[in-house]
């Protein structure tokens, strides 16, 4: 099923920097191994060069300019966030290690018992 609220627009001009991008990406890769007779520092500076490049054209497509308000957005949120004090994480966490406790000890008895009624009782088996 569709969301009807989602609108999703790409001009030729965003495709096009898709394009690009994917193409110097391709490139990157392509003239490190193209430069292998090159030493190492070489190959890695073309790559890194071309890569920035492709992550340069990507940022001034439409999708680029989403992905950048959305980081901004997500990192507005994360500010909003009250994180619980130092006495109140450990508390939370003993809490929890003493429910894992408890259910384990729970668990344990209700296998052994449904072992003894089925073994013991219902079957007859000794072990």
Not at 14 to 26: E, H, I, Q, W, Y
Not at 34 to 43: D, E, I, K, T, V
Not at 95 to 108: E, G, Q, R, S, T
């Amino acid at each position: 099923m569709s969301n009807p609220q989602i609108e999703t627009v790409t001009t030729g001009a965003d495709k096009a920097k898709l394009a690009v991008a994917g193409l110097l990406v391709v490139g990157g890769v392509a003239a490190f191994y193209a430069l292998g007779q090159q030493s190492l520092w070489l190959r890695v500076v073309a790559l890194l060069v071309l890569l920035a490049a492709a992550v340069g054209v990507f940022f001034t497509s439409g999708q680029g300019r989403e992905l950048i308000a959305y980081g901004q957005e997500s990192i507005k949120e994360l500010r909003k966030v009250v994180w619980p004090s130092r006495q109140e994480a450990t508390q939370m966490t003993l809490y929890v290690f003493a429910f894992v406790v408890v259910m384990a000890l729970f668990l344990w008895l209700t296998d052994k018992t449904l072992e003894w009624v089925l073994y013991g009782l219902i079957l007859g088996w000794k072990h």
